[in-house]
């Protein structure tokens, strides 16, 4: 366990506002100017913001309030409480594996900290393709340097693990050009277990920066506590109806002025079609994207020891910016942090062959391939739908379209491996085997079946589903973020992007829900308030 | 192949297990009361010696020690599932624990005590590769399940070279 102080129990004992599982009893009624759904990425800059401008903010997380004492760097640990599903969310026809938290600070108490501002390309489709004129580069620029600030984003002065290093030399031998990613990270230890919650209270996560910043300025915070529907009535929220989530106790009813959903993708839509939300337009749930990824396993002659240090400190965009957004669909590349279980799962095959590569476990380098789904017709995402005990679930099909994407980003992560002196590369595909040379595996890759379930596909990044759009017709929210059918409605997390990022999306939430943050604020007589 | 949910997989074997005389409803389920049931702790005993072969230990003892301990923490692993989950794999486990479900979905012929280790995994196989969604599905799920219950385990860490937490 650490040692270090612990900013969350230090803010209990001073006597923050925390109820549910715990944490003691919720009462079965609460009232308050601003409800907030969730408290990750979207809900964190919410409360501050919201709770900056003087207004009585109440959010609700499903799951628990874990902090740094209890953050030991177990993968036995982290997923069974930190994660949605146990960290083995499945889309409905099991193909890819889902990863998103659940606990307070949401996914990014766990996540990776790669910092990118939402690409221009990406904007511009936006601006062109879905009326959000105002969603201009320059427009949304001083809201990311905000958040940036605030959340202390900024270059990662040590050298990159050799995980990455080895993405930056294979591709330099290639021409392909890599880039060191941002993070957002105040006093870094490097120990390189970001997903398992940081243990050192390094990462800038909501859990340590806005979420106590609100709870220390009156805001108050119910965990392991579910919304379970909004009450509607003439075009308006009239309350959000809460359950314990462990399924046992009352539930609580909250009234509130402004009710903010931010359960992250998946999630906010299904407390839309809990509370079946009107959707004439037929957009609720829909275009739910999720950078599809895939995986390219190499054993190099030197230990890589993909556990330790900073992970995802190098990318390269050179197949994104090397192709037109909307033609055939480009990827993004980095090299993703390694862990045994995540590893073991991860990794194909059986037997012999399984305990030989995981025998290999410190020599093993790994590339993943983030591919930018959305842009393309023949991209539309994956849907939500509720399950009978209103559990939410993805249909996500994977087009051959999305695949032959896949196939490339195979091949492209492979060439690099060995120009970098992979000994073998393993392309993680149940009909693939490791490959001892650039040729030999380049002419298998290119006979694979690339079909579900055959190719293994996984994803952190899920998006879109209540999607930003300046015409009803063409999405969940206004450009505001207002619901189109509810005015007392906003969503302020990643399901409101009209598609994929196409870069690593946290920064895409902070800085674009702040500025609808600040907007709110201002419509519901608040001060002004900014976040840095 | 568009089925959904292994309730549906239910359906559709309960056509292959009326062939044995049996029905799905008729079944023990794989999972019950928070733990693994006794078809369940069958199948993953011999589905984990044949995907944990070579990393298990070689020793008969030991090697069975490793699989209580595998067992225990399958059964962990699985309570920290949310219900839809459970159900489903309470479903594959009691299926693949009869005679016709083993032989419908793994391709195999023997009972699970019996059959050699290199039926087993010429079955996993036949699974993992199958044209048929519902039975990748099923590899993958029993993969996934042994492989992170486990190595999650420190025990199985030093095999690995991996060193396990920095203390802090
Ligand atoms: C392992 C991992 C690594 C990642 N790495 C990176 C990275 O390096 N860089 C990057 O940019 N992005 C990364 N991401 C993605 C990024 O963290 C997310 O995109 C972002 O946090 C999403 O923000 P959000 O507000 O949409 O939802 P979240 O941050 O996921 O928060 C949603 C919260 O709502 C809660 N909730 C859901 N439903 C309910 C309900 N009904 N009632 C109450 N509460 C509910 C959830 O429990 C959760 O806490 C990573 C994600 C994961 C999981």
Known sequence: ?532 | MRRRSWLKLGIGAAAVLAIGGGAVALLGPGWQRGRLAPAGRTVFTHVGRALLEGSLPANPAEQAAALDGLLDRVDALVAALPPHAQQELSQLLSLLATSAGRRALAGLAQDWPVAPLAGIQQGLQSMRISSLSLRRQAYQALHDITGAAYFSDRGTWPQLGYPGPMDI
């Open chain 1, 1 to 532: 366990m650490s040692r270090l102080p612990d900013p969350i129990r230090e803010g209990l004992a001073r006597g923050w506002r925390v109820a549910g599982g715990p944490h003691g009893a919720v009462p079965d009624r609460l009232a308050c100017d601003v409800a907030i759904v969730g408290s990750g990425a979207g809900a964190g800059i919410s409360a501050e913001i919201l709770t900056r401008a003087g207004l009585k903010v109440l959010l609700v997380e499903e799951g628990p309030l874990k902090t740094s004492s209890d953050f030991r760097q177990l993968e036995s640990e982290a997923y069974p409480s930190l994660y949605q599903e146990s960290a083995a969310r499945k889309t409905s026809d099991k193909a890819i594996t889902i990863l998103q938290g659940r606990c307070v600070g949401g996914s990014t108490t766990v996540n990776w900290t790669s910092s990118f501002r939402t690409p221009a390309a990406t904007l511009d489709h936006w601006q062109r393709h879905f009326g959000l004129q105002r969603f201009g580069n320059d427009e949304l620029a001083p809201f990311f340097e905000q958040a940036e600030r605030r959340l202390s984003i900024g270059p990662w002065l040590l050298p990159p693990n050799e995980n990455n290093a080895l993405l930056r030399r294979g591709a330099a031998r290639l021409g392909i050009a890599t880039a060191a990613i941002q993070r957002n990270v105040k006093g870094c230890w490097n120990l390189g277990s970001c997903g398992l919650g940081c243990p050192t209270n390094a990462k800038q996560s909501m859990l340590v920066t806005t979420i106590p910043w609100a709870l220390d300025h009156g805001a108050h915070l119910l965990v392991e506590t579910r919304a379970e529907r909004l009450e509607l009535a003439n075009g308006r929220v009239t309350a959000l109806v809460c359950v314990p989530a462990s399924g046992e106790g009352p539930a609580t009813r909250i009234t509130a002025r402004h009710y903010v959903l931010a359960a992250g993708a998946i999630n906010s839509p299904a407390v839309l079609l809990r509370s079946q939300a009107p959707d004439p337009h037929g957009r609720l749930g829909q275009r739910t994207f999720l950078h599809p990824v895939v995986l390219s396993a190499a054993h190099f002659d030197g230990k890589v020891e993909g556990w330790r240090g900073a992970p995802q400190t190098l990318y390269s965009d050179h197949f994104l910016e090397t192709q037109p957004i909307d033609g055939p669909i480009g990827y993004k590349l980095e090299a993703p942090p390694v862990h045994p279980v995540i590893f073991a799962t991860t990794v194909t095959g059986y037997g012999r062959e399984h305990a030989d590569l995981m025998r290999q476990f410190p020599n093993t380098h790994v590339l993943i391939a983030l591919l930018r789904d959305g842009f393309h017709e023949q991209s539309p995402g994956g849907s939500v739908r509720l399950r009978g005990d209103g559990s939410p679930q993805l249909d996500y099909p994977l087009t051959d379209f999305v695949m032959e994407g896949a196939r490339r980003a195979l091949l492209s992560m492979m060439e690099i491996q060995f120009a970098a002196g992979a000994r073998r590369v393993l392309p993680v595909h149940e009909l693939a085997r490791p490959y001892l040379d650039w040729n030999e595996a380049r002419r298998a890759v290119a006979a694979l079946p690339m079909k579900p379930l055959l190719a293994k596909i996984v994803s952190a990044h899920v998006m879109g589903g209540c999607g930003l759009a300046g015409d009803p017709a063409l999405g969940v929210v206004r450009p505001d973020g207002v619901h189109w059918q509810l005015q007392n409605l906003s969503v302020h997390d990643g399901s409101l992007f009209p598609t994929s990022v196409g870069a690593n999306p946290q920064l895409s939430i902070y800085g674009i829900v702040n500025r609808l943050a600040q907007d709110l604020a201002r419509r519901m007589g608040g001060r002004d308030a900014i976040l840095a």
